[in-house]
């Protein structure tokens, strides 16, 4: 699931999770790589208004995690080009500020429902998240840490809060992963916005056992 496929599923997920708008959605992203992808979602679920929420980008690498909160190399025209690639909503460009004619950075009101830190997800577990995001994670273990994913996925699926979903945009490339998502607890859901080409494959996951099942799974909630 990317990203705009998670902000365009984002309200009805947080819907089916019960978390009230006024209530903190803690989403952890794993890994924030430079950390436009996190901004981006960010900026996605500001402008979509799907309540209040806090996101925690976590990465190994120190450099990666120093440059996540400096300004970027663009300029605002060329955001707005990006976003229109990725498919996100044009309005997102607006939260970010022009600091001279080649740099831009997120706006304040984004910086403060962002926080980047170090992890190592194959021995830590992060703390309690109502959402974990690993886009582009289990791909690049394979071949040589390919002995990592049945570690990563545990510790991740034992962050999640009940009903907690787990997103991966690449974990149907390999059996393996996928029996380790399974493994783990978490099972596949479907969302009614999902598109066609990836409804054949599971990317969207929800913690075992639920207290409920998320409202898309059966086109209506129900309780266990």
Request: hydrophobic share 40%; charged share 25%.
């Amino acid at each position: 699931m990317n990203t705009a496929t998670f902000i365009l599923n984002a309200a009805e997920i947080r819907e089916g999770q019960d978390v009230a708008a006024t209530d903190t959605w803690k989403i952890t992203e794993v890994p924030c790589s430079a950390a436009m992808e996190t901004w981006s979602i960010a900026a996605g679920l500001v402008i979509q208004q799907t309540g209040k929420f806090h996101i925690n980008g976590y990465d190994l690498n120190p450099k990666v995690l120093q440059s996540a909160t400096q300004p970027y190399e663009m300029t605002k025209a060329e955001l707005g080009l990006a976003f229109l690639n990725w498919g996100l909503p044009r309005e997102c460009v607006d939260l970010f500020d022009a600091i001279d004619s080649k740099h831009i950075q997120p706006r304040r009101e984004l910086r403060e429902k962002v926080t980047f830190a170090p992890l190592d997800a194959s021995t830590q577990i992060p703390p309690k998240a109502d959402v974990v995001i690993t886009n582009n994670l289990f791909g690049n273990l394979y071949p040589d840490a390919s002995d990592q994913v049945g570690p990563i996925v545990r510790n991740l699926a034992a962050s999640l809060e009940d009903n907690g979903v787990f997103t991966a945009n690449d974990a149907w490339h390999r059996d393996e992963t996928l029996a380790e998502i399974k493994r783990a607890g978490l099972r596949p859901v479907r969302s009614k916005n999902l598109r066609p080409t990836d409804s054949r494959y599971p990317e969207l996951f929800q913690k075992q056992p639920p207290h409920r099942l998320l409202s898309f799974l059966h086109g209506r909630r129900g309780t266990q």
